[in-house]
Nanobody
């Protein structure tokens, strides 16, 4: 069982930056592929970024490529999402997720555990 708690969301002006964190419980954090997803009101949850167990194999949605960076610190059981050059369309609740499968990338159902999410609002 893995429990995930996100933090770092907030209100920021367009062009600004935020850094999200996701703290995981348990001793086996390094055994999980980690991902970030987001969900805007009235829309389906969508993939943002993913990182492999050792910190390599990162993948990004085209909409955030070049602006967002996913990273992880296995010693701290934490995964991060650095978000730069934020746009109003980035406004959403951001969730982190953990997958037992090393093959998990952008499919919601590939992930086994989810956090409650943190709100990110980008004003124009």
């Amino acid at each position: 069982q893995v429990q995930l708690v996100e933090s770092g969301g907030g209100l920021v002006a367009a062009g600004g930056s935020l850094r999200l964190s996701c703290a995981a419980s348990g001793r086996t954090f390094s055994a999980y592929t980690m991902g970030w997803f987001r969900q805007a009101p009235g829309k389906e949850r969508e993939f943002v970024a993913r990182i492999g167990r050792s910190g390599g194999s990162t993948y990004y949605a085209d909409s955030v490529k070049g602006r967002f960076t996913i990273s992880r610190d296995n010693a701290k059981n934490t995964v991060y999402l650095q978000m730069n050059s934020l746009k109003p369309e980035d406004t959403a609740v951001y969730h982190c997720a953990a997958a037992r499968s090393i093959a998990a990338v952008g499919v919601v159902y590939d992930y086994d555990y989810w956090g409650q999410g943190t709100q990110v609002t980008v004003s124009s």
